[in-house]
């Protein structure tokens, strides 16, 4: 028995792997259901037994790539914040590793919200609490250093994270996440100890 739920579990791995890769690749709508069973080297009834529908791997793709982009940023972090001490700047440094990474395009979730198009689709909505978590986590980060002034300068810093994101698709360039880094840590000066 235990062999046949490792053998599920293994499967349904596969599937998100090589759902998560092709959809951020080639866009959500353009990867068929054919295409993610054949790179996942599974049976399509594999794919029907974890996910009922497209809609259903979507939303589960979506929630496999937010642990990787929470677990990316926690260990770049980790690894600038011992140069900088501090975690503001650890994060912006870390966008632009990011932003440098082979095959990077972009925000899987902005890329995820515009394909859907659908404010009403389990997708899009993960999308906007993930979102959410994201700017929470800018909230944590800013707090440390500001304080209390840091609910005054966490949606204006959210907006030039994601303005950075789409900058750096547009432009090819990791440059961005410095523009975005410098009006971030001005934005931070002007509300410490308020």
Not at 51 to 56: E, L, Q, V
Not at 69 to 86: C, N, P, T
Not at 90 to 103: H, N, Q, R
Request: with cysteine.
């Amino acid at each position: 028995m235990g062999t046949k739920l490792a053998a599920k579990s293994e499967a349904k791995q596969r599937l998100l792997e090589a759902a998560d890769r092709l959809f951020y690749q080639d866009g959500i709508r353009t990867v068929g259901i054919d295409r993610v069973i054949a790179e996942a080297g599974v049976a399509k009834m594999t794919l029907y037994t974890h996910f009922p529908s497209k809609d259903d791997l979507i939303l589960a793709v979506l929630q496999y790539r937010e642990a990787r982009v929470l677990e990316f940023f926690r260990s770049a972090m980790e690894r600038h914040f011992g140069r900088s001490k501090d975690k503001l700047r650890a994060f912006f440094a870390a966008l632009k590793d990011w932003f440098e990474s082979p095959g990077f395009r972009g925000c899987a979730f902005q890329n995820a919200a515009v394909e859907l198009a659908d404010p009403a689709h389990q997708g899009t909505q993960f999308v906007r609490d993930h979102k959410r978590r994201f700017t929470e986590m800018l909230q944590d980060l800013v707090g440390e250093s500001t304080g209390k002034g840091a609910a005054k300068v966490v949606p204006a810093i959210a907006l030039l994270v994601e303005g950075a994101i789409m900058t750096a698709v547009i432009q090819g360039t990791a440059a961005a996440a410095g523009v975005a880094r410098d009006a971030a840590l001005k934005l931070v000066e002007g509300v410490k100890g308020v």
